[in-house]
């Protein structure tokens, strides 16, 4: 089956500090990867679309200086959170859409605790 | 802008009953609606999809059934295990403009499904 990895599962960093957290299609290809953010006991929270070889699209409220998303190639996609503070800790999953096809799968997540 | 509702937020069944999850969607225009089973601290998992030009579709003990008029579709799970206990997620999405891929997912609130040996 299809499978979506993100790295690292989990991460603690220092406030002030910039973490990056990785998405990949493992094996198909994805032209479009999606970033969430989930906080406890509540639904999954869009933040950015992510398109190969172009630039996300942000949804409203989320600051794009902030998380940096880069989609590089048809297989991989990147999150940076800059000058992390304890409020940007939360759960971050990625979702690729297989370009064959149009199923969207989920990753694992990321839990990013920022002290 | 898309709205999935889906009910209930929590649901507690027997081991062997059935469960059924309901959703609703506002936006005519979507035509695929997954659902994704989330166990505690991990991602979501695809567990069936159904596209708009199909009323119904199963696969073992889930089916998911679709009413494009009355713009809702179910989740139903039959024989369930303790197993099956998770927080389940209905979600929509429709055809881009080129009519080439689906857009981003609309999600529901979410169902805490609790199977009682």
């Known amino acids: 089956g299809a499978v979506v990895s993100q790295h690292p599962s989990w991460v603690i960093c220092k406030s002030g500090t910039s973490v990056k957290i990785e998405c990949r299609s493992l094996d198909f290809q994805a032209t479009t990867m999606f970033w969430y953010r989930q906080f406890p006991k509540q639904s999954l929270m869009l933040m950015a679309t992510?398109?190969?070889?172009?630039?996300?699209?942000?949804e409203q409220g989320v600051e794009k200086d902030k998380f940096l998303i880069n989609h590089a190639s048809l297989t991989l996609s990147t999150l940076t959170v800059t000058s992390a503070h304890p409020e940007d800790s939360s759960f971050y999953i990625c979702s690729a859409r297989r370009t064959a096809g149009n199923t969207i799968y989920f990753g694992e997540g990321s839990w990013l605790t920022v002290v | 802008g898309e709205n999935v509702e889906q009910h209930p937020s929590t649901l507690s069944v027997q081991e062997g009953d059935s469960a059924v999850i309901k959703c609703t969607y506002s936006d005519s225009a979507s035509n695929y609606f997954p659902w994704y089973k989330q166990e505690l601290g991990k991602g979501p998992q695809l567990i069936i999809d159904i596209r708009s030009n199909v009323g119904e579709k199963k696969d073992q003990r889930i089916a998911v059934t679709l009413n494009k008029t009355a713009k809702h579709f179910s989740l139903h799970i039959t024989e369930t295990q303790p197993e099956d206990s998770a927080v389940y997620f209905c979600a929509a999405s429709s055809r881009n403009a080129g009519g080439t891929s689906y857009g981003k997912l609309t999600f529901g609130q979410g169902t805490i499904l609790t199977v009682h040996p």
């Open positions: 992510s398109n190969e070889g172009s630039k996300a699209t942000y």
